[in-house]
């Protein structure tokens, strides 16, 4: 069983940054594959980006390559979610999934731990 708690959303201006974290309890966080989603008002959660639990590999949607940086470190059960360069469709609650899996996917369904969610609001 993992436990996950996310932080750092918050109120930005479009060109900012902000950066995410994802905050794990219970067992060694290092065999669970991390990923982000999100979710706006009237649209279907979707997958942001993951990093993998035996290579740290990650992965990323189109829509925020570039952008966006996952990265973990398992010694503080913790993975993050660097955003550079917000723009007002970035705004959403965002968050943070684990699964005991190697590989990392973008189907939320797939993942069987959840945070609660930290709301991420982008103003242009």
């Known amino acids: 069983q993992v436990q996950l708690v996310e932080s750092g959303g918050g109120l930005v201006q479009a060109g900012d940054s902000l950066r995410l974290s994802c905050t794990a309890s219970g067992r060694p966080f290092g065999y669970y594959t991390a990923a982000w989603f999100r979710q706006s008002p009237g649209k279907q959660r979707e997958f942001v980006g993951g990093?993998?639990?035996?290579?740290?590999?990650?992965a990323y949607a189109d829509s925020v390559r570039g952008r966006f940086t996952i990265s973990r470190d398992n010694a503080k059960k913790q993975v993050y979610l660097q955003m550079n360069g917000l723009k007002s469709e970035d705004t959403a609650v965002y968050y943070c999934?684990?699964?005991?899996?190697?590989?990392?996917?973008?189907?939320?369904?797939?993942?069987?731990?959840w945070g609660q969610g930290t709301q991420v609001t982008v103003s242009s």
């Open positions: 999934a684990a699964d005991n899996t190697p590989m990392i996917t973008t189907m939320s369904r797939r993942y069987s731990y």
């Open positions: 990093v993998s639990s035996r290579t740290d590999s990650t």
